[in-house]
């Protein structure tokens, strides 16, 4: 079993930056992708950024250029670097992660409990 346990989200004005962090702990064999999600009010989960194991990125395209992703292999953690927020940026932030289970090898995917970020006008 794998717990993915987030900080760092809050409440912050347009403009302003927040940085949110996740950490995978449980007896796996390797963590694969790891990466964030965001569901505002009435809409649909929806991508925000994720970060392969060998570094490779990808970001929804209204994110790109104010928030980075960021990953510590050692410590099996994710951070979300937000700069420039924007009210439409408000949402319940997602930490999701997708493992290779220790004896098997099965690949399995588990999600955070969700933080919430708003921003104000």
């Known amino acids: 079993q794998v717990q993915l346990g987030e900080s760092g989200g809050g409440l912050v004005q347009a403009g302003g930056s927040l940085k949110l962090s996740c950490t995978a702990s449980?007896?796996?064999?390797?963590?694969?992708?790891m990466g964030w999600y965001r569901q505002a009010p009435g809409k649909q989960r929806e991508l925000v950024a994720t970060i392969t194991g060998g570094g490779t990125t990808t970001y929804q395209e209204v994110v790109k250029g104010r928030f980075t992703i960021s990953r510590d292999n050692g410590k099996n953690t994710v951070h979300l670097q937000m700069n420039s927020l924007k009210p439409e940026d408000t949402a319940v932030y997602y930490c999701?992660?997708?493992?290779?289970?220790?004896?098997?090898?099965?690949?399995?995917?588990?999600w955070g409990q969700g933080t919430q970020v708003t921003v104000s006008s």
């Open positions: 999701n992660t997708v493992v290779r289970k220790y004896r098997t090898l099965d690949l399995e995917e588990y």
């Open positions: 449980g007896k796996v064999a390797s963590v694969n992708k």
